[in-house]
């Protein structure tokens, strides 16, 4: 924890709140009605994570990565996911270059993963093979070609959209890249006045326009800071707890976990339940990490990560319900 | 902390006062169905009311969980966490943060209501139960003073200072027996109980309770060491030695019936005999020599040394034909027949004092003491002169001698008329010594069944309520001339 003096922090903090709110309603010009959403991924971003969007196409899911890479002014690549894209079209690949000497050579050309922001859409489309391409960029913002190890540009966030409607031709991910989304957003259909309000917006002649706020670099510097706020031991372990919790072989596991669970959420899971808690905190204008924080922002943690069995499946039990049984279980302990 | 204390005390409080009303109505309950139980009822309250304290006590004084408090004054104050973080940030680390954060809780904790957000208050029904618990238990004061049925008071002052008296009256009973008789057993039994005379007026009932038993313990020990080395068992042995010898039947006789002063005079009157010149041997001596050796060794096996003594003399001096010698074995035996008699005596004396000590334990309470029928004169006018030894004498046949009728005479009923108006007179056949008239009417026959419910308190073991009841009985119909 940095030694920064308490004047200080309560401006920097201040700033943090400002310039989260600030992106916040320059991207909710363009993305009408997915307040909760805006707000999360911003957190994941800060938080240097990557966010699944799963959502019935429509909804804005594009638009949002779309606007948040103005907004923010990162440099931005789309890549549209189909069954025939190869890895090499993501990560790039070395290629046969004539030097006009009749020399020729391998050179290595970029794919589009060499860029700040990637929205990736509809990345089940694509195989498991090519899925996992992403897999070293997710996690060590790098890519290997050739044997060679290119690092990619800071920061760099992957955006991905997923349609849960269309399962034909559709690959899920493997449980490896999942469990490297910061979060898994549920986009709904918005509100009637939501819908309302996007008609008029998005019909006009004139569309909304984005400016950018503020550059990469400030994401890094939020990211620090709320890296920075305390956390009592008391929370660390409920964290601890609940990841636990959602495992079906520990002692303090529901019913539930119990009987549809099969595997539970890793410890990677807990590093993004309080990274974006610390955040949270911030932005609630608390200086420490109180148990509110978790359980606001564990479900999008979580949702992903665990992986049901088939009698979950069977019986038509979401990764939602049965969370939300363990959240019940748990804030009933947490009281006690 | 001191809210929580205080919390707590009210939450055990108000439950102690639930368990109070629940017990207060199961007393209430068992004292309609059982009104003797009140007996019980202080001492039961005492221990809830010791429990109670307890309780409260530990409620308390037992030490506050910290975390828990804090978690709980969070919940209470709607603040997330800002306690519990408080409590466990480590200091020196981050100190902006931390800082930042103690003063924010600060801010906070000041800006609470704290009597709105976490008021004291008294668990659910508390009150409800504190107002049935007053009612209940006026309802079982009001029952214990005024509802006692069947069970004796005990005794008030004046109650106590009659059975002061009544014991006072009891031991100067025994006083004048000891010196009309010199009883030295009597004479220090009364030293002993000196110091308890003098606090006799200033006891309790208690106290006056334990002290009639511990007169009653002294006296049992005394029954019981006067009863050993009796001859009373051997008595009917050492008759059928002596039966068949001539000049002896009449001590046979005695000592059949126990009657061992009798047989004490009669052996030394045989001794002085047979002590003259020219006695002889007499007859029959001869062959009951070998029945009393063996009555001699049976009498040494029972511990009665000095009559097995003077029997195994007697039978040797009849084999040796040596009235000189028997005569000195009947000087000796009849010595040991007169400490027995004098042992009987105070067997008797000490049975008569445990019935009268036994009185007035059973009338503690009522005042009264054991009442004149049991009185140690009377026994002590029945005895004969002062004999040798020690102790006084009574006449062992408490019973009286069977009743005789001389066939010369003959019960006559008299009716007539005497002056003016009807009367009726009755003459009942007696044969007592020295043509003493009988007593009349009632008295004549008070005076046996007296003696017989004397008999029946002081050697049976009676209940002490059954004692009571007979004494009384004998007091309802004692003639009035006496």
Known sequence: MSEIPSEELQLRLADFRARFDQLKTEVSKAVIGQEEIIEKTLMAIIAGGHVLLEGVPGLGKTLLVRTLSSALHLNFQRIQFTPDLMPADLIGTKILQDDGHGHSRFEFSPGPIFCNLLLGDEINRATPKTQSALLEAMQEQSVTVGGETRHLKKPFFVLATQNPLEMEGTYPLPEAQLDRFFFKLQVTYPSAEAFDRILDVTTARSLPQVQPVFDGSVLVEMGDLARDVPVAPTIRQRVVRLIMATHPETEHAIESVKRYVRYGASPRAGQACLLAAKIRAILQGRFHVAGEDIFAVALPVLRHRVMLSFEAQADGISADDLLGQVFAAEKKIWTE | ?482
């Open chain 2, 1 to 482: 902390m001191q809210r929580m204390r205080v919390q707590r005390l009210m939450n055990w409080a108000g439950l102690s006062v639930r368990y109070l009303a629940a017990l207060l109505v199961g007393t209430l309950i068992v004292l309609l169905l059982f009104p003797q139980a009140r007996l019980v009822i202080p001492g039961l309250f005492a221990i809830a009311g010791v429990i109670g304290l307890t309780v409260l006590a530990v409620a308390w004084f037992r030490p506050v969980d910290a975390k828990k408090t804090v978690r709980m004054a969070d919940a209470k104050f709607g603040l997330p966490d800002h306690l519990l973080t408080s409590s466990e940030l480590p200091s020196g680390e981050g100190e902006g943060w931390v800082r930042l954060q103690h003063e924010d809780t600060i801010a906070r904790l000041r800006a609470v209501d704290w009597q709105g957000s976490w008021p004291l208050c008294w668990p659910r029904c508390s009150a409800l139960a504190g107002g049935a618990a007053v009612v209940l238990a006026a309802l079982l004061a009001l029952l214990l003073t005024t509802y006692a049925p069947g069970i004796p008071e005990a005794a008030g002052p004046a109650g106590l200072l009659n059975e002061a008296a009544a014991v006072e009256e009891l031991l100067k009973d025994w006083e004048k027996a000891a010196e009309r008789t010199a009883d030295p057993e009597l004479k220090n039994l009364l030293a002993e109980l000196q110091p308890l005379r003098e606090q006799l007026p200033k006891m309790t009932e208690r106290e006056m309770l334990l002290a009639l038993s511990k007169i009653e313990n002294k006296l049992e020990a005394l029954r019981e060491a006067a009863g050993k080395e009796s001859l009373e068992a051997s008595a009917a042995d050492m008759a059928a030695a002596f039966e068949n010898v001539e000049g002896l039947s009449a001590l046979a006789a005695a000592l059949r019936q126990k009657n061992f002063a009798k047989a004490e005079k009669l052996a030394e009157k045989e001794a002085e005999k047979l002590s003259r010149p020219g006695a002889e041997i007499p007859q029959g001596a001869e062959q009951a020599g070998e029945h009393m050796s063996k009555v001699a060794q049976k009498l040494a096996k029972t511990g009665c040394a000095e009559a097995s003594s003077a029997l195994q003399q007697a039978s040797q001096s009849t084999a040796k034909k040596d009235p000189a010698g028997l005569g000195q074995a009947m000087s000796q035996l009849s010595k040991s027949l007169a400490r027995e008699a004098s042992r009987q005596a105070a067997s008797r004396r000490l049975g008569l004092q445990l019935a009268q000590i036994g009185e007035c334990k059973g009338g503690l309470g009522e005042g009264e003491g054991p009442g004149a029928g049991l009185s140690l004169l009377p026994k002590l006018s029945e005895m004969k002169s002062p004999g040798q030894g020690a102790g006084g004498e009574t006449d062992p046949n408490r019973v009286g001698d069977p009743t005789r009728s001389d066939p010369a005479r003959s019960q006559e009923n008299l009716t007539g008329t005497a002056g003016e108006g009807e009367s009726e007179a009755e003459t009942l056949s007696s044969d007592a010594p020295g043509g003493e008239a009988p007593r009349s009417g009632k008295a004549a026959q008070f005076a046996p069944y007296e003696k017989l419910s004397q008999q029946a308190i002081a050697d049976e073991s009676l209940p002490l309520a059954y004692r009571q009841t007979i004494k009384k009985y004998f007091e309802a119909i004692r003639p009035t001339d006496q």
